[in-house]
C-alpha cells in the first residue's frame, strides 16, 4: 500500500490517501505497527483521508492515535490531510469530516488552516505539582479533550513525567485527557508544550491543542482577542485565530505542513 509520511508543525503521521475498496484492514492495530518508532514507519498517528464529494469538496478523515484509539479531532492530521488533496487534486478549499464534525480548510502558499469547534471551557479541573507548586489546569473541549496550566517556564517542566500524571488524573478519569503546558509570551505570542493521549508522550506540536491554549489564555486575559502565535517544540509555530462568523466557538488553526517521503508498504 502506498503511504506518505507527512508532518504538521513536526506532529508527524502515516497518510494513506483514497484507498481502494480491496483496501480494508484492522485500521487500529495497523496503526500501532505503522507508528512503531523502531519497528514501523515511525508517527505520531494513521491518518486515512478519502474524497466523498466533489460539490462541495469534502474528504472523510480517520485518525488513529500511534496506541491504535481513534482521535475525535486532530488539527494537524485534518492539515496534512487537506495539503495532500491540494497536492493531488489542487483543492485549495475544502471540507473535511473528522469524526462526524465538519471543519474548513484553506490551503495557502506557506500555511495550511483548518476550523477547530470550541466547546465546553471548565477553570480548574485539577491540580498537581509542578517543581514544587501547587499548579491548577482549566479544561477545553476542542473537539478532544485538552487542559491546559499556564506556567511562568515551559522549558522547567519535565513535560512527559507531569503529563503522565496529569493524563491519568482521577477528575479526567476514565477518558483522560491531553495535556498542555503554556507560557505567555505576549499578548499575541503563547509558548506550548504538549503531552498527548493515545501518543502516550510529548509531541513536537498539536493543532486542536494549540486552540486550547489560546481559548483558555484569552479566558484568562492573557492573550488578545485576535490572532495568536503558538510556539512550540518543533520551532514550527501554530497561528489562532477567531472564526470570523463564530468567533466564541470555533477557531482556525494554521501553519506549515511537511511530506517528508512516500513510500509502499506490504
Ligand atoms: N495532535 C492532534 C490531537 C490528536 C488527538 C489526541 N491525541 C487525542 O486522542 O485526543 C492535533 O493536532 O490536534
Same mark, same amino acid.
Do not use: Y
Given at each position: 500500500m502506498?503511504f506518505?509520511?507527512?508532518?504538521g508543525?513536526?506532529?508527524?503521521f502515516?497518510?494513506?490517501?483514497?484507498?481502494?475498496?480491496?483496501?480494508?484492514r484492522?485500521?487500529?492495530?495497523?496503526?500501532?505497527?505503522l507508528?512503531?518508532?523502531?519497528?514501523g514507519?515511525g508517527?505520531d498517528?494513521?491518518?486515512?483521508?478519502?474524497?466523498v464529494?466533489?460539490e462541495?469538496?469534502?474528504?472523510?478523515?480517520?485518525?488513529f492515535?500511534?496506541?491504535?484509539s481513534v482521535?475525535?479531532?486532530c488539527g494537524?492530521a485534518?492539515?496534512?490531510a487537506a495539503?495532500?488533496a491540494q497536492c493531488?487534486?489542487g483543492?485549495?478549499?475544502?471540507?473535511?469530516?473528522m469524526a462526524?464534525v465538519l471543519?474548513?480548510a484553506?490551503?495557502d502558499?506557506n500555511?495550511v488552516?483548518?476550523?477547530?469547534?470550541v466547546?465546553?471551557?471548565?477553570?480548574?479541573?485539577?491540580?498537581?505539582?509542578?517543581n %514544587?507548586r &501547587?499548579t491548577?489546569f482549566?479544561?477545553a +473541549?476542542t473537539?478532544? #479533550?485538552?487542559?491546559?496550566? !499556564?506556567?511562568?517556564? *515551559?522549558?522547567?517542566?519535565h513535560?512527559e513525567v507531569?503529563?503522565?500524571v496529569v493524563?491519568?488524573?482521577?477528575n479526567?478519569a476514565p477518558?483522560?485527557?491531553?495535556v498542555?503546558f503554556?507560557?505567555?509570551l505576549?499578548?499575541?505570542?503563547l509558548?506550548?508544550?504538549?503531552y498527548?493521549?493515545?501518543v502516550?508522550?510529548e509531541t513536537l506540536s498539536?493543532?486542536?491543542?494549540?486552540v486550547?491554549?489560546?481559548?483558555?489564555?484569552?479566558?484568562?486575559?492573557?492573550?488578545?482577542?485576535r490572532?495568536?502565535?503558538?510556539?512550540n517544540?518543533? %520551532?514550527? &509555530?501554530?497561528?489562532?485565530?477567531?472564526h +470570523?462568523d463564530?468567533? #466564541?466557538r470555533?477557531a482556525? !488553526?494554521?501553519?506549515? *505542513?511537511t511530506?517528508?517521503?512516500?513510500?509502499v508498504y506490504?
Open positions: 502506498r506518505r509520511k507527512i508532518h508543525a513536526g506532529n508527524d502515516v497518510l494513506l490517501t483514497d484507498l481502494g475498496p480491496a483496501d480494508k484492522e485500521w487500529p492495530k495497523e496503526a500501532e505497527r507508528c512503531a518508532r523502531r519497528t514507519i508517527a498517528g494513521l491518518v486515512i483521508s478519502s474524497r464529494s466533489d462541495p469538496t469534502v474528504l472523510e478523515v480517520d485518525c492515535n500511534a496506541d491504535g482521535a475525535t479531532m494537524n485534518l492539515r496534512c495539503w495532500a493531488d487534486q483543492f485549495r478549499t475544502m471540507q473535511l469530516r462526524g471543519h474548513e484553506t490551503v502558499t500555511s488552516w483548518v476550523t477547530a469547534e466547546g465546553a471551557i471548565e477553570p480548574r479541573v485539577l491540580q498537581t505539582i509542578i %514544587g &501547587p491548577w482549566d479544561s +473541549h473537539g478532544t #479533550e485538552h487542559v491546559v496550566a !499556564v506556567v511562568d517556564d *515551559v522549558d522547567a517542566i513535560a507531569v503529563g503522565r493524563r491519568h488524573h482521577k479526567v477518558i483522560g485527557t491531553n498542555n503554556v507560557q505567555r505576549g499578548r499575541q505570542a509558548k506550548i508544550r504538549t498527548e493521549r493515545g502516550e508522550a498539536c493543532g486542536s491543542g494549540a486550547a491554549a489560546v481559548v483558555v489564555a484569552t479566558m484568562r486575559g492573557l492573550v488578545a482577542k490572532e495568536v502565535t503558538v510556539h517544540r518543533a %520551532g514550527e &509555530p501554530l497561528t489562532v485565530r477567531p +470570523h463564530r468567533p #466564541e470555533a482556525w !488553526v494554521g501553519g506549515p *505542513v511530506q517528508t517521503f512516500e513510500g506490504a
